[in-house]
Nanobody
């Protein structure tokens, strides 16, 4: 069982940057792929980015490609999401997830509580 806690959300102006962090505890962190998802009010939870167990493979939703970067530190049991050139449409609650790799919510077994990101225009 892996427990996940996100941090780093907040309010930022359009064009700004934020770095989200996700701390993992319990289980074996390096044995799970990690993903970031987000959910805006009234919308379904959507895939943002994912990283393989070793960190060697990453992939992104088209909407964030070139602006967001996912990384992990298997020594510190941390995963990060660096978000640059933020847009108002990036406003959402961001969730860290762990499990099998993929872009589907159902591919992940472990979820954090979420952190709010608000981008003002």
């Amino acid at each position: 069982q892996v427990q996940l806690v996100e941090s780093g959300g907040g309010l930022v102006q359009a064009g700004g940057s934020l770095r989200l962090s996700c701390a993992a505890s319990g289980g074996t962190f390096s044995s799970v792929a990690m993903g970031w998802f987000r959910q805006a009010p009234g919308k379904e939870r959507e895939f943002v980015a994912a990283i393989s167990r070793s960190g060697g493979i990453t992939y992104y939703a088209d909407s964030v490609k070139g602006r967001f970067t996912v990384s992990r530190d298997n020594v510190k049991n941390m995963v990060y999401l660096q978000m640059n050139s933020l847009k108002p449409e990036d406003t959402a609650v961001y969730y860290c997830a762990g499990g099998r790799t993929g872009t589907q919510v159902g591919s992940y077994d472990y979820w954090g509580q979420g952190t709010q990101v608000t981008v003002s225009s």
